[in-house]
T-cell receptor
Framework: AQSVSQHNHHVILSEAASLELGCNYSYGGTVNLFWYVQYPGQHLQLLLKYFSGDPLVKGIKGFEAEFIKSKFSFNLRKPSVQWSDTAEYFCAVRSNNNDMRFGAGTRLTVKP | EAGVAQSPRYKIIEKRQSVAFWCNPISGHATLYWYQQILGQGPKLLIQFQNNGVVDDSQLPKDRFSAERLKGVDSTLKIQPAKLEDSAVYLC????????????FGEGSRLTVL
């Protein structure tokens, strides 16, 4: 069965710092990859997704992620975080059977 | 466009009682999912419907959980009897048919079992 690992449970950054959140998955077949964000008190929202083509995908609010097939990774990045980026971030993987699995999440706290 | 609607938002029950959650997906979305999110963990898929048929319920504890989507639109998730470890947020999501469909989530139903 596929699994999704997010390396960091809680990340604390100051505003303007750069962000990278790790995500690795275990599945040998074709996958679709997603990052979802959950702002405090809100529902899960899609940040970005990868299906095929350019492995560097850009999402909303200046976020981007890079799919590295050989490393089974899909890390999320942002060059300069803002206080409003404080949220929980979830990596998700969808395999051939249409099953969407989520990682445990990374809580990001940005200090003003 | 209306989002995914869920009710109730909050529910507190005692163990061994029963509870039901309702979800109305985005109009036209063929696929509906129920996820369980325990505090500090990522969402865990309980059941996936394609129209009114079950696609995947391998992680649904069938001795106490049940779900239906009779007319292929809204869905109900029931827990009977509830256990303390069922305390979680129950998320409903929907997507257009197909693997490339983005999941749209509701705000969730928070269950506390005492």
């Amino acid at each position: 069965a596929q699994s999704v690992s997010q390396h960091n449970h809680h990340v604390i950054l100051s505003e303007a710092a750069s962000l990278e959140l790790g995500c690795n998955y275990s599945y040998g077949g074709t996958v679709n990859l997603f990052w979802y964000v959950q702002y405090p008190g809100q529902h899960l929202q899609l940040l970005l997704k990868y299906f095929s083509g350019d492995p560097l995908v850009k999402g909303i609010k200046g976020f981007e992620a890079e799919f590295i097939k050989s490393k089974f990774s899909f890390n999320l990045r942002k060059p300069s975080v803002q206080w409003s980026d404080t949220a929980e971030y979830f990596c998700a993987v969808r395999s051939n059977n249409n099953d969407m699995r989520f990682g445990a999440g990374t809580r990001l706290t940005v200090k003003p | 466009e209306a989002g995914v609607a869920q009710s109730p938002r909050y529910k507190i029950i005692e163990k061994r009682q029963s509870v039901a959650f309702w979800c109305n997906p985005i109009s036209g979305h063929a696929t509906l999912y129920w996820y369980q999110q325990i505090l500090g963990q990522g969402p865990k898929l309980l059941i996936q419907f394609q129209n009114n048929g079950v696609v995947d319920d391998s992680q649904l504890p069938k001795d106490r959980f049940s779900a239906e989507r009779l007319k292929g639109v809204d869905s109900t998730l029931k827990i009977q009897p509830a256990k303390l470890e069922d305390s979680a947020v129950y998320l409903c999501a929907s997507s257009l048919e197909g693997r490339t469909g983005e999941l749209f989530f509701g705000e969730g139903s928070r269950l506390t079992v005492l």
